[in-house]
């Protein structure tokens, strides 16, 4: 009894203080958080990718790809970042040329300590980079950062059903398929229906 009422005033362990200058690393890919300087690259995928995109995302507002939305967003990102609630990181390929190149996002977000270490991963790859395994390998990165670093028991995410290539995905990285659950997230204005999935540490 002793033990269980002591255990009910442990604090929990420090959460771990990451730098904004993290970098993650593969043979082929590079995750960073985003910089002002590659709104040009960021810009010219997201409009090359709108169509392959858009049923898959929040509704895109007017200004989606406006210098000024993209400003708004990495400000937000660099917050929650420093607070601690999540780990927004842009996707860059090595091709061998001077300049990696950016090929999409993952984030890391929801991020919580204490009895729940968990977080729920998020991602969008390009449409000319789909099927070539990075997603694959970024959500692998970003879990061993969730596990490793941050010392997470537990990463979810969910897609909806006929999103199969990011069924593949998350079954290629290792996630499980847990549940259902209908009208969980606004998807292109519209409330849609998703699978839920989770991958625990170890």
Known sequence: MKDFVASLFTMPPPRPRVSLDTRLMSERLLLRAGDSADWKQWRALRDLSRDYLVPWEPLWPPNALSYGFYCALLRKQWRD???GRAFAFTIFLDTGNVRPVLVGGITLGDVHYASAQKG??????????????????????????AF??????????????????????LRRAGFDEEGFAKAYLQINGTREDHLLWGKRRG
Request: positive net charge; charged residues 25%.
């Open 81 to 83: 970042w420093r607070a």
């Open 148 to 169: 490793d670093r941050l010392r997470l028991h537990r990463v979810e995410a969910s897609c909806m059903p006929a999103n199969e290539a990011s069924k593949t995905v």
């Open 120 to 145: 729920t991963i998020g991602y969008w790859v390009g449409k000319p980079y789909a099927g070539q395994g990075i997603m694959t390998e970024a959500v692998r990165m970003v879990c061993d950062f």
